[in-house]
């Protein structure tokens, strides 16, 4: 009978090992090293030598498969996490509804929102800790300083609070609702044309935007705690964003920016992403809002639905649009984009003119508004 001991002592050592190997791999179902992965999901289209080298980690919403996926700057997987099978369960689709990530340097670790279900931080072993267990939790989260957890509720309703701020125990320490303030919606909305605003509303055969009856009201889609205390929170349905004191009350408004996205503090002032109307069409563009209240518009009507803007060294911003993931400078110059390579495009693209096929993502999970937010990571070799 064939036996592994008529093999010479080394050998069978050799072999052991190797067969250990495989069965410690082959049961690591969480996590994958860059080293066993071949996997592609974007291409480069734009590549200038001085651009922000460290990878990006996101909740897939591309391919189909549960996990946070980790892409380096040639777009190709470095590293993933499978989401155990309880985390998302038969809601397929709860992730396309405003999945958040943040990267915690500190420990290299990842803070992740999966929207309706709760925050969660996992470590590269895939060790996984709840941090928030909240139905209305969605679109954006932070880890303050001080260790507590600020996040929004996105899809809440009429009178509900909109922004929490939570301890290490878990306990409420901080709130804020748009009611409290700002009870008529439609007094911020006078300036968008009637036509648009039916639109938005679902009266012209399209999926509401602006819904009724208190659903959804405000869609509170962003929190940032300052550094001397206050907080910027980001209205959607307002189309602005407010500074509000620790006591809740509004201290700075700015307004008439449509569909408001991921708007930040920054050296000269604010960014945040608009879709406003020239000449009769709803475009889309990054706003910046000068410290003495002057608007300049970048890469309008190049990229849609831009969902996520991250502030990186030297006056750069890491922007994610439905398709894209890009690095621009404070004056718009692109340094690096990568587009899914589910759908292709034209290497110069303006939505701004009629719209070519490949311009709307028609494959991925949540199609065609596929990528919602992205995070820099950490360099890969």
């Known amino acids: 009978m064939f036996s592994f001991f008529l093999f010479p002592h080394s050998f069978y050592n050799t072999y052991m090992k190797k067969l250990l190997l495989i069965l410690v791999l082959s049961a690591i179902t969480n996590t994958l090293p860059s080293s066993f992965s071949a996997e592609k999901l974007f291409d480069v289209v734009t590549k200038e030598p001085s651009f922000d080298k460290r990878a990006v980690a996101f909740v897939d919403t591309v391919t189909g498969k549960n996990r946070i996926v980790e892409v380096n700057m040639s777009g190709k997987v470095v590293w993933e996490w499978k989401f155990p099978s309880h985390l998302i369960g038969k809601r397929k689709r709860s992730i396309c509804k405003g999945a958040d ?14 929207p309706g279900v709760g925050a969660y931080i996992v470590n590269r072993k895939g060790d996984l800790k709840k941090v928030i267990k909240d139905k209305k939790i969605s679109h954006d989260i932070d880890l303050l300083p001080n260790g507590n957890f600020i996040y929004v509720r996105g899809w809440a309703d009429k009178g509900e609070d909109e922004v929490g701020e939570i301890n290490q125990s878990g306990e409420i320490v901080w709130k804020w609702s748009h009611a409290d303030y700002f009870p008529n919606r439609d007094e911020f909305l006078s300036k968008i044309p009637k036509k648009i605003k039916m639109r938005w509303k679902g009266k012209m055969g399209r999926r509401k935007t602006l819904k009724s009856d208190g659903i959804d009201w405000a869609h509170v889609n962003g929190v940032d705690r300052l550094k001397n205390g206050d907080t910027l929170i980001s209205l959607r349905n307002f189309m602005m964003f407010v500074i509000v004191g ?20 920054t050296a000269f002032g604010y960014i945040a992403a608009d879709r406003f109307v020239e000449g009769g069409r709803l475009l889309h563009s990054i706003v910046k809002i000068s410290n003495n209240g002057e608007r ?36 718009g110059k692109i340094l690096h984009r990568m587009h899914l390579n589910i759908q292709s495009e034209d290497a110069k693209r303006n939505l701004s003119k009629r719209r070519r096929p490949g311009m709307v993502m028609s494959e991925g999970r949540c199609a065609h508004k596929n990528l919602y937010k992205v995070a820099k990571t950490k360099v890969y070799k």
């Open 101 to 114: 990530i943040k990267y915690l340097k500190s420990n290299d670790e990842i803070l992740f929102i999966i």
């Open 296 to 331: 300049t518009n970048l890469l309008t009507g190049q990229f849609m639905t831009v969902r996520g803007i991250e502030m990186l060294p030297n006056k750069r911003f890491n922007i994610t649009s439905i398709g894209n993931v890009l690095e621009i400078d404070s004056n």
């Open 246 to 265: 620790s006591d809740g009350k509004p201290k700075q408004k700015f307004q008439d920016i449509w569909l408001v996205h991921e708007p930040h503090k």
